[in-house]
């Protein structure tokens, strides 16, 4: 396998300008910036993005989240609501390719940016515009939240032991970071349009629509027999055994059985390969039928054991099978570490730093994370000196005029 990389990245010569807050439009532009996009990460003067305070602070006065979530980015201060911030990136939008938003829909049209507006400055532009319900529909206008967006989609109501309260479902950004994901996507796909054509155009996400979007059969489902999935726990629909299992020194071994071969080689990991060729379990549909016994078989299995015989088994008899690692098991396993995926970083504000590595690899030109979200501002000099030819007294009036 070839290991030969280039030195230039993917995206090397690409300006993206992210007006956006939090999470999911942000996310997309973190994306972009890991593959060599120059990311230009626009704050409110003297405030900037409150993920800036979202979650554990540090010593600098930024966020964890915002430390890891803000990478690779340049950070300028400008007020898009005055007339001279708004004469300002307009400019900026003259010689950039993206523009990163989520903002109510029509905000931007109110203050004279949005992108008809962009567009005939810059007709190529591509903008990624990401809302809680999208840019059109009866609820565009309502706000809404990953959380909400969890609810909107189907997902919380999945997320549950049967008749227990609706959960969180791991992270409560999941909206956000797949909005972001499909947002990435979205510019590359315009931006590749773009290459052909000269012409831009806008990407248009609501939140609940990419969780939707992964939920696998349960459309179709509902669709074809109007069978509404309820809630499994640790189960998955269809699918028997494939859940989680507690084992006799006190971990949770997840196993997925979601083939009938998988079951064979389950079967003789339990040393009892005659339940594979009983008409009772042999194929999917007919386990399925039997789901308590056999979660109940399987459970009662991995519970006369240690986590680690039950593991070794697995893997002898070439069965999917795994611990449920919380993140001290994920920093000490090998894996982890083979693949380098937490990046250790050492900040001239925070000190030593460990963040998720790079996703996805490209084996010849690969991303990076070169360094931690940015001091507010801390990129004005650069942005508004080196790129709009702005004089260090054009910025001082700014600044005093609170512009930037």
Not at 64 to 81: C, F, H, M, Y
Request: charged residues 25%; aromatic residues 8%; glycine residues 10%.
């Amino acid at each position: 396998m070839s290991t030969e990389t280039e030195t230039e990245k993917p995206l090397a010569g690409i300006r993206v300008l992210d007006i956006a807050t939090f999470i999911a439009a942000p996310f997309c532009g973190a994306t972009l910036g890991e593959f060599g996009a120059e990311v230009i990460k626009v704050e409110q003067p003297g405030v900037g993005d409150p993920l800036r305070y979202w979650g554990t602070q540090t010593e600098c006065g930024d966020s964890l989240v915002w430390l890891s979530e803000a990478r690779n980015k340049k950070s300028i201060t400008l007020d898009l609501r005055l007339e001279e911030g708004k004469e300002i990136f307009r400019k900026l939008v003259a010689q950039s390719d993206v523009v990163l938003e989520n903002f109510r829909p029509g905000t931007l049209e109110k203050w004279g940016l949005g992108y008809e507006e962009l567009q005939q400055i810059n007709p190529g532009l591509v903008m990624l515009r990401v809302s809680a319900y999208g840019q059109t529909g009866p609820y565009k206008d309502r706000p809404g939240y990953a959380r909400i967006a969890h609810a909107f989609s189907g997902l919380s109501f999945l997320a549950r032991e049967p008749g227990a309260r609706p959960v969180m479902p791991g992270s409560t950004s999941l909206a956000d970071y797949f909005s972001g994901l499909y947002g990435a996507v979205g510019v590359l796909l315009a931006l590749r349009s773009r290459d052909k054509t000269g012409k831009g155009q806008f990407i248009d996400i609501g939140l609940y629509e990419s969780i939707f979007r992964i939920m696998d059969e349960l459309a179709p489902a509902y669709g074809r027999s109007g069978f509404v999935r309820q809630p499994m726990g640790a189960d998955t629909v269809n699918i028997v055994p494939h859940s989680h299992y507690l084992s006799s020194d006190g971990r949770w071994v997840a196993i997925a059985c979601s083939s009938d071969k998988m079951f064979e080689r389950l079967a003789l990991a339990m040393e009892r390969p005659e339940l594979s060729a009983d008409v009772r379990y042999k194929t999917m549909g007919e386990r399925d039928k039997r789901r308590d016994e056999l979660n109940a078989m399987v459970s009662q299995w991995v519970g006369s054991m240690a986590a680690q015989e039950v593991l070794d088994r697995c893997e002898a008899a070439e069965m999917a099978c795994g611990l449920i690692y919380d993140i001290k098991d994920i920093f000490e396993d090998p894996q982890y570490q083979a693949r380098e995926n937490i990046k250790q970083m050492d900040d001239e504000r925070v000190g030593e730093f460990h963040a998720p590595n790079v996703v996805p690899r490209l084996s010849r030109t690969p991303g990076s994370l070169d360094r931690l979200g940015p001091a507010l501002g801390a990129h004005n000099d650069e942005i508004f000196g080196q790129l709009l030819s702005m004089t260090a007294g054009d910025m001082g009036a700014l600044r005093r005029a609170g512009v930037i």
